[in-house]
């Protein structure tokens, strides 16, 4: 199968663009004058590329290059100023791992509320509930409510949810370093899993090269909103390394 004709993600000229107040009152009064004065920051500058079905791809650069920007407008956290972004297929993101949970509903609770905001059907959840409590391991907590859990409770029962929702599109950034070492180990694992499907694509952000070049094929470097590189991993992490 040629994964060329099947286009996941496309970014054509995608431009974001935020405007930096002096202050949160200089913000806020911005938002009712054009007069408030400010500063441009172009955190992706006229960006272009694809990514096909079954790649996996790191995305390479210092803080500031983008690459959390890039992540937000693929799952529509927020949206590009200019240019077109297409993705086709249901994203799982492995983000802010504790972020979006009801704290007032149980973990169970939580996993059909957060399987249903990823659009899976009752029947769907039904089938990977006892996969993600499972790989979750958080024992009788499963049952209790959401503010009795620590960040890190938080951070296994998201990753459960992300890595068992059966995506399209698994998008990765600094997730696994989550939890003690076993369980790192066993995430890392799980994600192999998932890519041995070759219909799975991978959209990987780290700031560890080895890590990078044991989970993607292709590596995109950029820096300050721009597209500098776009090859194989290896040919990519020699790039960055060149420009650090």
Same mark, same amino acid.
């Given at each position: 199968?040629?994964?060329?004709?099947?286009?996941?993600?496309?970014?054509?000229?995608?431009?974001?663009?935020?405007?930096?107040?002096?202050?949160?009152?200089?913000?806020?009064?911005?938002?009712?004058?054009?007069?408030?004065?400010?500063?441009?920051?172009?955190?992706?500058?006229?960006?272009?590329?694809?990514?096909?079905?079954?790649?996996?791809?790191?995305?390479?650069?210092?803080?500031?290059?983008?690459?959390?920007?890039?992540?937000?407008?693929?799952?529509?956290?927020?949206?590009?100023?200019?240019?077109?972004?297409?993705?086709?297929?249901? +994203?799982? %993101?492995?983000?802010?791992?504790?972020?979006?949970? =009801?704290?007032? $509903?149980? *973990?169970?609770? @939580?996993?059909?509320? &957060?399987?249903?905001?990823?659009?899976?059907?009752?029947?769907?959840?039904?089938?990977?509930?006892?996969?993600?409590?499972?790989?979750?391991?958080?024992?009788?907590?499963?049952?209790?409510?959401?503010?009795?859990?620590?960040?890190?409770?938080?951070?296994?029962?998201?990753?459960?949810?992300? +890595?068992? %929702?059966?995506?399209?599109?698994?998008?990765?950034? =600094?997730?696994? $370093?989550? *939890?003690?070492? @076993?369980?790192?180990? &066993?995430?890392?694992?799980?994600?192999?899993?998932?890519?041995?499907?070759?219909?799975?694509?991978?959209?990987?952000?780290?700031?560890?090269?080895?890590?990078?070049?044991?989970?993607?094929?292709?590596?995109?470097?950029?820096?300050?909103?721009?597209?500098?590189?776009?090859?194989?991993?290896?040919?990519?992490?020699?790039?960055?390394?060149?420009?650090?």
């Amino acid at each position: 199968m040629d994964i060329r004709n099947n286009l996941v993600i496309r970014f054509d000229h995608v431009t974001k663009l935020y405007k930096l107040y002096k202050s949160d009152r200089a913000r806020l009064k911005g938002l009712f004058s054009k007069k408030v004065p400010y500063k441009e920051n172009k955190a992706v500058n006229d960006m272009s590329f694809d990514i096909f079905r079954g790649e996996s791809v790191a995305l390479l650069g210092r803080n500031g290059a983008g690459k959390s920007t890039i992540l937000k407008m693929v799952t529509g956290v927020t949206f590009p100023t200019e240019g077109e972004i297409i993705v086709n297929g249901k +994203v799982s %993101a492995l983000l802010e791992l504790g972020a979006g949970f =009801e704290p007032e $509903s149980t *973990g169970k609770e @939580n996993i059909r509320f &957060k399987c249903s905001l990823m659009g899976m059907t009752e029947s769907e959840i039904d089938e990977v509930q006892d996969d993600i409590i499972k790989f979750a391991d958080l024992g009788d907590y499963i049952d209790q409510p959401l503010r009795s859990y620590s960040s890190g409770m938080k951070a296994r029962l998201g990753f459960a949810i992300s +890595v068992n %929702a059966q995506p399209d599109i698994l998008i990765v950034d =600094e997730a696994l $370093s989550v *939890g003690d070492k @076993n369980f790192k180990k &066993k995430c890392m694992k799980k994600v192999n899993e998932i890519m041995a499907d070759k219909n799975v694509t991978l959209l990987f952000v780290t700031h560890s090269l080895d890590t990078a070049k044991e989970f993607c094929k292709r590596g995109i470097v950029l820096e300050k909103g721009r597209l500098l590189f776009d090859g194989n991993i290896t040919d990519a992490i020699e790039y960055y390394d060149s420009r650090n």
